[in-house]
C-alpha cells in the first residue's frame, strides 16, 4: 500500500474502496456511486487504474496498490495534481483524487494524449462540477512539459 506491506484481516466480500476507507483510513479515496460508474475511488492497481469499488480487498493480495496518498513527495503535489491546480482542474475536489489517479495511468501509457483520448480517457469519471475543460488542460499541461510522471509506488 504506497509503497508499504500492509497486513489487514478482511471479510471476503469486503470492497478495497471499504478497506482503504474504513480500515486504513487513507480517505483520499471517495465513494461516489459504489457501483463503479462515477470514478471517484480509482485507485491503481499494479500501477493501472481501476474503480476499488469493484474490486476486493482479497484480489489485493500481493499486489501494490497506490491511492491519491501515495503519488505526492510530502508536502507536495505530483506533477498531474499541479497541473490540475494550475488549470482549476480540481474544482470542487470530490472527483479529483479519482482524476488524478486515472489520468497518471494515461500519462504513464501515453505521452502525448490528444485531447479526445483524454476525453475518451475520462469517460468513467462523473465530475459534477460540469467541467471536464480545465481537467483536460491540466492533462495536456503534463503532457506538454513532457514531464515523467512516475510508476505507482516508484
Known sequence: ?????????????????ETLRDELGLTGTKVG?????CGT??????????????VLTVQTEAHEVTTIEGVAPEGGLDAVQESLRKEHGTQ?????????MSLRDLLERE????????????????????????????AQGVAAASV???????
Open 41 to 54: 475511488c480509482v485507485v491503481q492497481l499494479d500501477g493501472l487504474s481501476v474503480k476499488s469499488c469493484l
Open 148 to 154: 515523467a510522471v512516475p510508476a505507482a509506488g516508484s
Open 111 to 138: 505521452k502525448e494524449p490528444s485531447e479526445e483520448r483524454i476525453r475518451e480517457w475520462l469517460t468513467g469519471t462523473l465530475c459534477r462540477c460540469t467541467g471536464y475543460h480545465s481537467i483536460v488542460r491540466g
Open 1 to 17: 500500500m504506497n509503497g508499504k506491506t500492509v497486513e489487514t484481516d478482511v471479510e471476503p466480500q469486503r470492497l478495497l474502496v
Open 33 to 37: 456511486c459504489d457501483t463503479g460508474q
Open 92 to 100: 470542487c475536489g470530490f472527483c479529483t483524487p479519482g482524476v488524478v
